[in-house]
């Protein structure tokens, strides 16, 4: 499968635990992008990185959140100290450049018990 | 402020009738994306739609872009339980990257 894939696909955790989430993004793909998805509603920008850079964070995105891209391939996404209101969907998306078509993986769904 | 605004956010058909799913958007972009999520899954890309005027159809489903007046639509044609789900409608925004600004998305249930 030459798709983006996310790792876990499903995390339950405890309020105040720590969670890392893994997005591998399709191999020539040098954007990757993290979005939030409640029920309901469409996804949010969270943030995105060209290559190995972190560009663009949302405000969204509170000190409690961080991102890494070490070495323009493999991303991670970490939450410090959950809150209920962080359950949600995360979706990884990758894209070659700009304005080409982004490419969703299959999200890792929180849930903050 | 952003916005994208899809309507209706729900839809029931019955299998075989026709309906226009429509999308403003606030942005001065001349691209506009369509994507599919079934039930607890992720995004599947349906349409890419680059410029004023494209227009984009894969099977029962037709896509359009109106730049000038913000819109874009998705028109079903003798809809098919299959095509149940729900169908986003995204612009890019260029503060971000370019990341998609997605709108609230339109929940579509094909009956019998």
């Known amino acids: 499968d030459t798709g983006v894939s996310q790792d876990p696909r499903h995390k339950i955790t405890k309020r105040g635990q720590n969670v890392t989430f893994r997005c591998d993004p399709i191999s020539e793909h040098n954007r990757l992008y993290w979005y939030r998805q409640t029920l309901g509603q469409g996804p949010e920008f969270l943030t995105y990185?060209?290559?190995?850079?972190?560009?663009?964070k949302s405000r969204l995105l509170s000190d409690r959140f961080s991102a890494e891209r070490p070495k323009g391939s493999f991303s991670t996404l970490e939450i410090q100290r959950t809150e209920q209101g962080d359950s949600a969907m995360y979706l990884c998306a990758s894209s070659f450049g700009a304005w080409t078509e982004a490419f969703f993986g299959q999200g890792t769904r929180l849930t903050v018990v | 402020e952003l916005k994208v605004e899809q309507n209706p956010l729900f839809l029931s058909m019955q299998e075989g009738k026709n309906y226009t799913i429509y999308c403003n958007y606030s942005?001065?972009?001349?691209?506009l994306y369509w994507y599919r999520q079934d039930p607890g899954k992720s995004l599947e890309s349906l349409f890419v739609l680059l410029s004023n005027g494209a227009v984009k159809q894969e099977g029962r489903l037709m896509a359009s872009l109106d730049t000038k007046a913000r819109l874009s639509t998705l028109h079903i044609t003798a809809a098919v339980h299959d095509l149940s789900a729900t169908y986003f409608c995204a612009d890019p925004n260029s503060n971000s990257g370019y990341a998609l600004n997605f709108g609230k998305g339109t929940s579509l249930l094909v009956t019998p």
């Open positions: 990185f060209q290559n190995e850079a972190q560009l663009e």
């Open positions: 942005t001065t972009s001349d691209r």
